[in-house]
């Protein structure tokens, strides 16, 4: 059977990428479900196309959850990259929601800070402190302006684009990737009353003049040699208003904030769940500040809702 990588996912209609080029495939039956990013094998139908029969092992998958079902981002990815702005405004909880949900797929979420050009994003900036303190990088850029500090995060490597709609998502993706064409919000607005266009997953292949020339020892010619360092692949996902968190359980959300992981062990309980509880050692850190307001609230927010969960 043929092998390929999934690089277009749109319901239940994907596009694989293989040795032959893409071939277009669909999913056979109801199984778990197939993401962008997955490595896939697949049959040939007479009629053209394939059908993905197998979804190998994955490294790891990110995805939110509603009440309904799942939805899947991306698969085997080596990093996220949350894009963040503080024009139309900044949704904490929404960036919240998806470092949550990179934590607990293990994979490292990196923070783009989109819009520096705008005076309004420096507040945001300094705000954002807080999340460099967790050991969050954070990447302050405009899509307006210099890349380079973004491109360098990006190269070598495979990466999933997150954030709410209007952070400038589309826009990073077109300087990133030139050809992607991804309609920007001026261009939606113009075409379609203001809805943003992209309604699937697409991994792209990075530009080759972003690849760096990698200074590397030779031991062939016991010389210094100048290699070429492996490409990216880019995953962009539809912009997002909510993130989805039901597939969490209690345990697996209090590991997925480093600053109360960290300080699990000190609580008087040993199943202290930092809601209410005396001698919490998260609570305590709350009060002088060294554990952030919204951060917490949101935790505790979350925590609420998978108690009142089905
Ligand atoms: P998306 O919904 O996240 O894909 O956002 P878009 O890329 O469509 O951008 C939303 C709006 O923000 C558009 O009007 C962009 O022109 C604008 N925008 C994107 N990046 C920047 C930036 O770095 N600076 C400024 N000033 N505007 C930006
Ligand atoms: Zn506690």
Redesign the pocket.
């Known amino acids: 059977m043929p092998s390929g990588r999934v690089v277009a996912a749109h319901g239940r209609h994907f596009h694989v990428e293989s040795s032959e080029g893409v071939v277009e495939c669909v999913m056979r039956g109801k199984k778990g479900g197939i993401a962008c990013g997955d490595r896939v094998r697949f049959e040939h139908i007479p009629s053209g196309g394939g059908v993905i029969e197998e979804v190998e092992t994955r490294d790891n998958l990110l995805y939110r959850s509603d009440e309904m079902r799942s939805k899947l981002i991306a698969a085997n990815v080596d990093q996220a990259a949350v894009?963040v702005?503080a024009?139309?405004y900044f949704r904490e909880e929404l960036l919240i929601r998806c470092l949550v949900a990179c934590e607990t797929a293990g994979i490292p979420a990196l923070i783009v800070l989109?819009?520096?050009?705008?005076p309004e994003t420096a507040a945001l900036a300094e705000y954002l402190k807080t999340y460099a303190g967790l050991g969050y990088e954070i990447v302050a850029?405009?899509?307006?302006?210099d890349m380079s500090a973004l491109e360098a995060c990006l190269r070598g490597r495979t990466s999933v684009l997150v954030?709410?709609?209007?952070?400038?998502?589309?826009?990073?993706?077109?300087r990133l990737v030139p050809d992607a064409a991804?309609?920007?919000?001026?261009?939606?607005?113009a075409l379609d009353a203001g809805k943003?266009t992209?309604t699937h997953a697409r991994m792209y292949r990075l530009p080759e003049s972003a690849i760096p020339l990698t200074p590397t020892f030779s031991a062939a010619s016991g010389k210094v040699e100048l290699q070429v360092a492996g490409a990216g692949y880019l995953i962009d996902s539809p912009?997002m208003q909510e993130f989805g968190l039901r597939h969490l359980d209690p345990a697996a959300l209090m590991a997925a904030f480093p600053e109360i992981r960290e300080r699990a062990g000190q609580c008087r309980f040993y199943n202290c769940r930092h809601l209410r509880e005396p001698g919490c050692a998260v609570l305590e850190a709350a009060k002088t500040g060294a554990v952030a307001a919204a951060r917490l609230r949101a935790y505790q927010s979350l925590m609420g809702q998978l108690s009142s969960g089905p």
């Open positions: 894009v702005a024009v139309p989109n819009k520096t050009d705008l850029l405009s899509a307006r302006g954030g709410g709609s209007g952070v400038g998502k589309s826009t990073l993706l077109n991804a309609a920007t919000g001026d261009i939606s607005v943003h992209t912009g």
